[in-house]
């Protein structure tokens, strides 16, 4: 979940519910979304009221990496000292909150995405990983017959294309293709690398709304990247 | 050992005898010293007459890596060129030797360090590990009940709690507690992470003891690190 | 091949012909040759009339490193374009060809080398690691009974000597003695790390060529590095 918010924000407000966790956030440009949310059922034990944290991601990664393969982590709040106290194995670690008074939560657009595609990841990275060397944009599309994701350089080009028999799930009744910076579909697509697929939705010079389960299907992932214009 | 020694110094004076080899150094900055020996069974063959060697640590160390798992070693004196001679394999290696005449041999001091613990050398790596994000220094205390390891940061803090039962052993009558560099520490420390424990003999505000065995119980190490005196 | 042709040159012109494909190239410095050949069996399918292709070497390993283990590559000509169209898995990548017009094919002098041995390339490799640490030069020398890779620095040396038994050949009548870069050497050496044994044909003071084969022996590669002459 953390690794998956770092590609965004290195500090994010959560809300803490009775049934689980969720946070939405925006880059600090302006180009990208998260909407994600944690079931409480995530977790060996989860017990909250609701209330906010602000964290600093970058270090809550780095203390969670203290843990071995079979060490239980233990996150509570000391309401006293407004910390949050991890203990893992026999250490006990306390972290300063962030002041979330600048955070303000964004509201998710109401989009009407007329493609969608199920892909596997695995192939999605690929092709990104093939167009890092050859442009900094990409072009997503859908047809009712597949996907193809392009990226042109001056000299050279990647083009990775799915017939439909090639996806896990294909709707699509009308071309759709839309252009996007590929820095940020590759670090929202690189964070799913553990899931088998991702689900697109996709229009006309319109945002792209990747999802994907984590934690087991206990948890849920929205991100929304707004488009590039293509200038002629 | 090589690895061990290289904690403190880049160069050392290795004392020869017939029945092993034995090193005392301190580091550049007398903060720490060394005090090593290796008994003649750590060697697959071994015979030497008494003298003393100036040994690049560093080098010494990379012309080692080339050894392949089960090649032997050999380490003989060219007494007319003086150099070492290491062969490898079909590969014969000629080493100069470092001139040992300003290398000072410590003595050392004559310490009552009222309090004795023996502890999983996996436990406190990961105890400095957690404390490195938060502080250059650390806390080493014991009582009657415990060992307990802490670091305190402006606003995040990390404790590693060890009760006796969590110890392979504890002698401990009052309790002590001193302050010590965490580098220098972690140093020490991360050189026994082969060792399954290590032994601390601790005071208060005083230096603080490290032993461990190396090469198969037929070496021994006693590092002593001191304190730091906390300014108030 | 590609990895093995990096190794002089990052541009380099392909011959193409209905067997197979060649290449010939020297250094920017002049120091190096490289002759090299695959044949069409090295391939799962080849079909191609005489061309020549200018091909950016670094550029081409990057994009063949897409492929997972079991992807087929397919590379065909687009004439229209003149541009390498790669295909791997649901990828395709198009790629600018090289100008060649610059590149000169040297001409293979004909050298008459007295000494020839067929050695292990790990025994090789891990007497060049040695080498390293000590020196930029080694000679590389032969006797009817064996030969001797040799390294010589300020206070340090190194000596791999391999008696006729430990080489898989021998064909030596006199001595022969050559000094060479350490650098040139060392890279064409590791660039065979996956071959068994390599073939050093030698003289004294004679360029040293260097056979391997590639690509499960449906390639040959010959290298030729020219000898330093010692300054007394």
Same mark, same amino acid.
């Given at each position: 979940m953390l690794n998956v918010v770092a590609t965004l924000v290195d500090e994010a407000k %959560?809300? /803490? #519910?009775? @049934?689980? /966790?969720s946070l939405r956030a925006v880059d600090p440009a302006h180009v990208a979304m998260i909407d994600l949310s944690l079931k409480?059922? =995530? &977790?060996?034990?989860? #017990?909250a009221t609701e209330s906010e944290f602000g964290i600093d991601i970058t270090k809550m990664i780095d203390v969670l990496? *203290? =843990?071995k393969p079979n060490d239980i982590i233990s996150i509570t709040h000391d309401e006293e000292k407004n910390k949050l106290i991890l203990k893992i194995a026999n250490i006990t670690r306390s972290m300063a909150l962030v002041d979330t008074t600048g955070m303000v939560e $964004?509201?998710?657009p109401n989009l009407s995405l007329p493609a969608k595609v199920v892909i596997s990841t695995v192939e999605l990275i690929q092709g990104i990983r093939a167009s890092e060397a050859v442009s900094d944009h990409i072009t997503l599309s859908t047809?009712? @017959?597949? &996907?193809e994701l392009e990226s042109e350089g001056d000299t050279d080009a990647v083009n990775l294309k799915l017939t #439909? @028999? *090639? *996806?896990?799930?294909l709707k699509c009744k009308e071309n759709v293709k839309s252009l996007f910076s590929l820095d940020y579909f590759s670090n929202m697509i690189k964070s799913a690398a553990n899931e088998k697929t991702v689900t697109m939705n996709l229009g006309t @010079? %319109? $945002?792209v709304k990747i999802e994907f389960n984590i934690a087991n299907d206990n948890g849920e992932v929205h991100y929304l990247l =707004? $488009?590039? /214009?293509?200038?002629e």
């Amino acid at each position: 979940m953390l690794n998956v918010v770092a590609t965004l924000v290195d500090e994010a407000k %959560f809300n /803490i #519910k009775e @049934d689980g /966790i969720s946070l939405r956030a925006v880059d600090p440009a302006h180009v990208a979304m998260i909407d994600l949310s944690l079931k409480s059922s =995530a &977790f060996d034990s989860y #017990k909250a009221t609701e209330s906010e944290f602000g964290i600093d991601i970058t270090k809550m990664i780095d203390v969670l990496k *203290l =843990a071995k393969p079979n060490d239980i982590i233990s996150i509570t709040h000391d309401e006293e000292k407004n910390k949050l106290i991890l203990k893992i194995a026999n250490i006990t670690r306390s972290m300063a909150l962030v002041d979330t008074t600048g955070m303000v939560e $964004p509201k998710v657009p109401n989009l009407s995405l007329p493609a969608k595609v199920v892909i596997s990841t695995v192939e999605l990275i690929q092709g990104i990983r093939a167009s890092e060397a050859v442009s900094d944009h990409i072009t997503l599309s859908t047809t009712p @017959d597949g &996907f193809e994701l392009e990226s042109e350089g001056d000299t050279d080009a990647v083009n990775l294309k799915l017939t #439909k @028999d *090639l *996806l896990t799930e294909l709707k699509c009744k009308e071309n759709v293709k839309s252009l996007f910076s590929l820095d940020y579909f590759s670090n929202m697509i690189k964070s799913a690398a553990n899931e088998k697929t991702v689900t697109m939705n996709l229009g006309t @010079d %319109f $945002p792209v709304k990747i999802e994907f389960n984590i934690a087991n299907d206990n948890g849920e992932v929205h991100y929304l990247l =707004a $488009p590039r /214009i293509e200038s002629e």
